[in-house]
Nanobody, 123 residues
Framework: QVQLVESGGGLVQAGGSLRLSCAAS????????MGWFRQAPGKEREFVSL????????YYAASVKGRFTISRNNAKNTVYLQMNSLKPEDTAVYYC????????????????WGQGTQVTVSS
């Protein structure tokens, strides 16, 4: 069982930066792949980024590649999403997710989810 708690969201102007954190409970955090997803009002949840258990393999959605960076610190049971050059279209609730057996972009395969953190980018 893994419990996830996101933090770091907020209101930022276009071009600004935010760093999201996702703190996980449990001693087996290092064995889980971690993903970030987001959901804007009226839209489906979409993939943002993912990182494998060791942190040496990462993937990004085309819309955020080059602007966002995912990382993890297994000693602190935390995964991060550094978001730079933010755009109004990045406005959404951001969720982190964990799964022990799946490493991919399909949100339906992730077993554990946080409650989400709101990111609002003003123009």
């Amino acid at each position: 069982q893994v419990q996830l708690v996101e933090s770091g969201g907020g209101l930022v102007q276009a071009g600004g930066s935010l760093r999201l954190s996702c703190a996980a409970s449990g001693r087996t955090f290092s064995s889980y792949a971690m993903g970030w997803f987001r959901q804007a009002p009226g839209k489906e949840r979409e993939f943002v980024s993912l990182i494998n258990w060791s942190g040496d393999s990462t993937y990004y959605a085309a819309s955020v590649k080059g602007r966002f960076t995912i990382s993890r610190n297994n000693a602190k049971n935390t995964v991060y999403l550094q978001m730079n050059s933010l755009k109004p279209e990045d406005t959404a609730v951001y969720y982190c997710a964990a799964d022990r057996a799946y490493f991919g972009e399909n949100s339906r395969h992730y077993d554990y989810w946080g409650q989400g953190t709101q990111v609002t980018v003003s123009s």
